[in-house]
């Protein structure tokens, strides 16, 4: 019999002679904050139009960014109504979450 009219064999990552030596290593501090502000970022975006389920930390970043477009000079005027709309939904969700009277 020869080796081309043996039947194939699957071969899997798991069948590797290495796999049971090779240990997970913990992420250094610098990665974990890296990771951290990652998904900060990612969920600042994600919530945008969609205030009400977002977090605390996620809502006051997001109105951070906002006030911070409108205070710059550098903001052009056709996107200042798009900010202050953001912001208004930002702080009602603000106000409806912790019952806060305006």
Do not use: C, W
């Amino acid at each position: 019999m020869r080796a081309v009219d043996s039947p194939p064999t699957a071969a899997t990552r798991d069948d590797a002679p290495h796999a049971a030596t090779v240990t997970p290593t913990k992420p250094s501090a610098a990665q974990r904050q890296r990771a951290y502000r990652l998904r900060r970022k990612r969920d600042t975006i994600e919530a945008i139009g969609e205030e009400v389920s977002a977090s605390r930390v996620t809502l006051l970043a997001m109105l951070g960014h906002d006030m911070a477009a409108s205070e710059a000079r550098t903001t052009p005027a056709t996107v200042t109504p798009a900010i202050r709309s953001s912001a208004k939904r930002i702080l009602n969700a603000i106000n409806t979450r912790f019952a806060i009277d305006p």
